[in-house]
């Protein structure tokens, strides 16, 4: 069979080669870090694979040295996922307009949020419960974080990351050789091809009409083993202005066999740096890639001094008359022939490295560097308080601070990227299968992200409000209290706490409610008290 390449197909090879040497930096940072996010053999247009050359000439050199960027980004990745998406706390929340609150009364209005908080909450479920790999198969299971964190990795080494979020909310990760991309001068999209190698007898990624459309020959595919089957699938996403929608073609065989239409892209692309006038981010590791190559370089030094330093070997002059065998002899053995002066033999030593003061200094060099390093990736973390009263605020304060510091107050940024664009997939699946009401594009609905730097900022108003609190009370004693009203400070703290308990806070007309049967109880007892002291005196006067 004479496989053919269509327009999306050499659209994504001439893409490709655009890209080498961007792919290339790409390549060594992950050789340094965590080859398997981009190994050194990648991926060509039509399925082929090119090894991207390093400069590395020597093959015992070729794998990294140190072990500190292997170790730092999974760490640092680690980091900021439990900032983006912590498990046990919700992350988004729909805050009702002002002239909803007006239009409704009390009960209805507190009713009314907590069935917003159930429909995020049924977002947030629905994004967890999303399986790992083939989502037919037995054996998946819940694979959110370790996806996301992978997506992370490649954020942090490539600069570049493109996921696929599918209709079972299934998160996938394309490896940067996989896909090319098209910004415009704003950097927004303008077109993602991704590249992968698929068995088209597969009908859950090709049906037989689209096969046969393509004049691919299913049978004779069927009887060639499975590793030869494989033919290049070209998915183009693509952003119309004109519908303002997003198209997604795919090619195979030179054939456009599936063309869709979303309004919100199932191909959510996150960038760590974008560049004015370029197509791909730059990444954390690009920034510290100096220390990085020197840390690896000076490791290797030091190896192989390390190594020159423990060889054990006799030297033997080459005038001596001694042979190695004479040296190879038991114990107590008579050896002649060797010059000897004082006692010493003259003419045989063991080999010793002399350089051990010139090493010191690679030594300490290299300790600066990793210490640098660690600072970088947050595996050094030695600011937090350590106090019996240390509270968790604190410590996620400073992590975020940590966190920003090192990454150049981008944090924040790929967070809401991530985090906005998941979000948007979400609700458009789950609206589409009738499971959460559409708020979208009502305007009396906002949706607020409690996650990243915003939670942080509600845990800070949070702390603010006990401050004063307690401030207030420490200065004025029981007089502050009389001018804080509990009612609103209760709900203050359970909004920004974004409490969803049902019936945990009160509303205004169960307050009221509460009140009027205190009174009557004071009313009914205070009637009591008066028949009592009635009683009295009428006895008293009888007497």
Known sequence: MTRKTGPIGKTFAADDADRRSVLASAVEFAALTKPSVLPETVIQSGGASQTIDLGRTQEPHKNAHQSIGSNGVPSLAGTILSIMAPASLPWTAINPSSRVERALPPSDFQMMRGLLRERQRTIQDAILAAPIGN?????????????????????????????????????RVFRMDQYVTRRDGAGDVIYHIINEDVDPTNERIITREQAAAADIPIDDLLKKPVQRRSMPLY???????????????????????????????????????????????????????????????????????????????????????????????ESGSFVTGARVSGGQVQDVAFFKAEKLADFSVVRSTLDDTNASLSRSFLTARDSVRQSERTTAFEVQRTVIDQLESALGNIASSIIDQSMRQLIRRAEVVLVRAGRIPDLRDSDDFTTEFLTGLAGFARQRKAASVRDFIQDAVALLGERALEAINPVIATRELAQIHNIDVPGLVRTDEEIDAIARQAAQRQLAERAADVAIQTGGRIVESGA
């Open 135 to 171: 989502a037919n198969r037995r054996d998946s299971y819940r694979g959110f974080f370790s996806t996301k964190r992978m997506a992370i990795e490649h954020l942090l080494i490539a600069g570049d990351v493109l996921e696929h979020v599918g209709d079972d909310l299934r998160i």
């Open 235 to 329: 998915t183009k996403v693509e952003w119309n202005p004109d519908s303002r929608v997003w198209v997604i073609e795919q090619e195979i065989n030179g054939t456009v066999v599936n063309t869709v239409e979303e309004q919100v892209t199932p191909f959510p692309s996150t960038t760590y740096t974008l560049s004015v006038g370029e197509h791909y981010g730059r990444g954390f590791i690009e920034q510290i890639a100096a220390n990085l190559r020197s840390s690896d370089e000076l490791s290797l030094r030091i190896t192989e001094f390390a190594d020159l330093a423990s060889k054990h070997l006799l030297m033997i002059d080459e005038n001596s008359s001694l042979r190695p065998e004479d040296l190879q002899k």
